[in-house]
């Protein structure tokens, strides 16, 4: 048994989730991806408190308004955020220019 490879392909799934909650469903939902899917609350994931996930490209955002890269974070943290994003929806779509 490979846990590496097993470990990889949870961690590329639970991504790939996240991703695909921002945009494609999203996309499919709002008929845009031009805003960001804002949690009701932000969530604290290692060194990094996640507020949101741009939905035009995936990306997650910290409350500092800085990208978090996935590869930066751990297993259990990407399942925490798996949880409040794509299993709970404990998120509003924001459209950009309610953003600004």
Do not use: W
């Not at 008929?31 to 949690?39: E, P, S």
């Not at 609350?41 to 990094?48: A, D």
């Not at 974070?73 to 949880?83: F, G, I, N, P």
């Amino acid at each position: 048994m490979d846990y590496f490879k097993e470990i990889s392909e949870i961690r590329n799934k639970i991504h790939r989730d996240l991703v695909q909650e921002a945009t494609v469903r999203n996309m499919i939902k709002n008929q845009t991806t031009d805003g960001v899917l804002l949690l009701d609350k932000p969530v604290k994931v290692g060194p990094y408190v996640v507020q949101s996930i741009c939905c035009e490209k995936g990306y997650l955002i910290s409350t500092e308004d800085r990208i978090v890269r996935y590869q930066d974070l751990c297993v259990e943290q990407l399942s925490v955020l798996h949880q409040v994003f794509v299993t709970d929806k404990k998120y509003t779509f924001t459209p950009n220019k309610q953003l600004v």
